[in-house]
C-alpha cells in the first residue's frame, strides 16, 4: 500500500550535518504520521522523531533534541530529518515509518510500514 525510501545517509565529521529524505509513493504519504528510528550494531532499533499527519507537533529522543528536526512536505510526499551537531554516537541505520492508525507512537511496533533503511556514520 505504501513504498518508504530513505535517502541522504553517509559519512560526516563529528559536528557536522546531514539531512535525510524519505520519499513515499503508493497511498498518500498526508494519511499517516511518520517517525525516523535507527539501529546501531549490536543494538536494537530505538525511536528518534515522529511527526503527525498534518507537519504538527514534532517530538523527539532525548538523545536528539535540540540537534534534529523532523519535517514534512505532503505536497512532495517526502519526510525530513535535517541532523546537526552530529555525534559518533549517531552512527546507525536510520529507517523511516509510517503509521496508519490515528494517535502517535513512539515504538517500532506502532508503526505499519518501513523504508530500507539509510546508514549514517559520523567519524570522531
Known amino acids: 500500500q505504501v513504498q518508504l525510501v530513505e535517502s541522504g545517509g553517509g559519512l560526516v565529521q563529528a559536528g557536522g550535518s546531514l539531512r535525510l529524505s524519505c520519499a513515499a509513493s503508493?497511498?498518500?504519504?498526508?494519511?499517516?504520521?511518520m517517525g525516523w528510528f535507527r539501529q546501531a550494531p549490536g543494538k536494537e532499533r530505538e525511536f528518534v522523531a515522529r511527526?503527525?499527519?498534518?507537519?504538527?507537533?514534532?517530538y523527539y529522543a532525548d538523545s536528539v533534541k535540540g540537534r534534529f528536526t523532523i519535517s514534512r512536505d505532503n505536497a512532495k510526499n517526502t519526510v525530513y530529518l535535517q541532523m546537526n551537531s552530529l555525534k559518533p554516537e549517531d552512527t546507525a541505520v536510520y529507517y523511516c515509518?509510517?503509521?496508519?492508525?490515528?494517535?502517535?507512537?513512539?515504538?517500532?511496533?506502532?508503526?505499519?510500514?518501513w523504508g530500507q533503511g539509510t546508514q549514517v556514520t559520523v567519524s570522531s
Open positions: 515509518a509510517a503509521r496508519s492508525e490515528l494517535g502517535v507512537s513512539t515504538v517500532p511496533s506502532g508503526y505499519d510500514y
Open positions: 503508493g497511498r498518500a504519504e498526508s494519511s499517516y504520521a
Open positions: 511527526i503527525s499527519r498534518n507537519g504538527g507537533w514534532p
